[in-house]
T-cell receptor
Framework: AQSVTQPDIHITVSEGASLELRCNYSYGATPYLFWYVQSPGQGLQLLLK????DTLVQGIKGFEAEFKRSQSSFNLRKPSVHWSDAAEYFCAVGRLDSNYQLIWGAGTKLIIKP | EAGVTQFPSHSVIEKGQTVTLRCDPI?????LYWYRRVMGKEIKFLLH????????ESGMPNNRFLAERTGGTYSTLKVQPAELEDSGVYFCASSQGTDLYGYTFGSGTRLTVV
């Protein structure tokens, strides 16, 4: 069965520092890949997605993610975090036998140190 | 345009009681989805409506959960009777018919069963 692993439950980063959140997925075929963010009191917001093509994907809020087939990874990065980036981040993949169902990682909570 | 609206935002009920969650999708979105996140675990798919029809309810945990979508507009998710393990955050999302994975999520309903 497909699964998504986000190995870090919490990450603490100083404001202005770079950020990388890890995501690995199981299963051989390349699924559609997504990163979502949930800020306090807000809904899940799509940061970026990868369907095919260029493996470096640009998203909103200055985020990018790189798909690496050999590592089954889709890590999220930002060169310089801001206090407003404090939120929970979810990696998700499209279920291979569906064109709408998402399979989610457990989430990574990002804490920003001033 | 108005987003996906869910209410209540929070609900605390006793074990054995009934709770009804409501989701108002974006106007014109035929697809409506329910997901839930139980106690810090992964977000999991519950079901998918196309207009008023249940397209896929494979993620519904048991028959204590009943989802409806009246006239293809808003949707309700009723839990009767609620159990402690039903506590979590219930997310609703909607999308256009042709927009692959083009979800817009609501901010969720946090359900606590005590």
């Amino acid at each position: 069965a497909q699964s998504v692993t986000q190995p870090d439950i919490h990450i603490t980063v100083s404001e202005g520092a770079s950020l990388e959140l890890r995501c690995n997925y199981s299963y051989g075929a390349t699924p559609y890949l997504f990163w979502y963010v949930q800020s306090p009191g807000q809904g899940l917001q799509l940061l970026l997605k990868y369907f095919s093509g260029d493996t470096l994907v640009q998203g909103i809020k200055g985020f990018e993610a790189e798909f690496k087939r050999s590592q089954s990874s889709f890590n999220l990065r930002k060169p310089s975090v801001h206090w407003s980036d404090a939120a929970e981040y979810f990696c998700a993949v499209g279920r291979l036998d569906s064109n709408y169902q998402l399979i989610w990682g457990a989430g990574t909570k990002l804490i920003i140190k001033p | 345009e108005a987003g996906v609206t869910q209410f209540p935002s929070h609900s605390v009920i006793e074990k054995g009681q009934t709770v009804t969650l409501r989701c108002d999708p974006i106007s014109g979105h035929d697809n409506l989805y329910w997901y839930r996140r139980v106690m810090g675990k992964e977000i999991k798919f519950l079901l998918h409506f196309v207009k008023e029809s249940k397209q896929d309810e494979s993620g519904m945990p048991n028959n204590r959960f009943l989802a409806e979508r009246t006239g293809g507009t808003y949707s309700t998710l009723k839990v009767q009777p609620a159990e402690l393990e039903d506590s979590g955050v219930y997310f609703c999302a909607s999308s256009q018919g042709t927009d692959l994975y083009g979800y817009t999520f609501g901010s969720g309903t946090r359900l606590t069963v005590v």
